[in-house]
């Protein structure tokens, strides 16, 4: 299933790497409201938050630092940032897709810049 199909909805990122392989549970906002709402008002998040399409994001009303990693089409990692609450993040001319999970949590997974992510969508009633 290509990105373009992708809907409001949970799943699982996986994160190719020297061990094999990462999945992280992974919540996917595809609408307009889900992406806008993100990750306001939330004290923390398991796994991480996947917003499509997205560019830049802001971490103003956000109670905690989040990692951020900007995604191409091909959804290879242009660059990760810790943003602290209460930020504008600038806006990436080829990112696609945006990342957020709590800050810190990305390095343990192996996402950096150049690194390509795969998001297997969980089918509802299967």
């Not at 061990?19 to 398991?46: H, K, Q």
């Amino acid at each position: 299933m290509g990105w373009r199909s992708w809907r409001d909805g949970r799943g699982r990122l996986v994160v190719e790497g020297g061990r094999g392989g990462i999945a992280v549970p992974l919540e996917i906002s595809a609408s307009y409201r889900a992406r806008t709402r993100g990750l306001l008002g939330r004290d923390a998040i398991d796994g991480a938050l996947l917003l499509s399409p997205a560019g830049s994001v802001h971490t103003f009303r956000m109670r905690f630092p989040i990692d951020v990693a900007y995604l191409d089409r091909r959804l290879t990692v242009i660059t990760v940032r810790t943003m602290r609450p209460n930020r504008l993040g600038l806006p990436r001319l080829r990112a696609r897709h945006v990342l957020e999970a709590e800050a810190g949590a990305m390095a343990g997974w192996g996402v950096r810049a150049g690194v390509r992510v795969e998001v297997e969508v969980e089918v509802e009633g299967g």
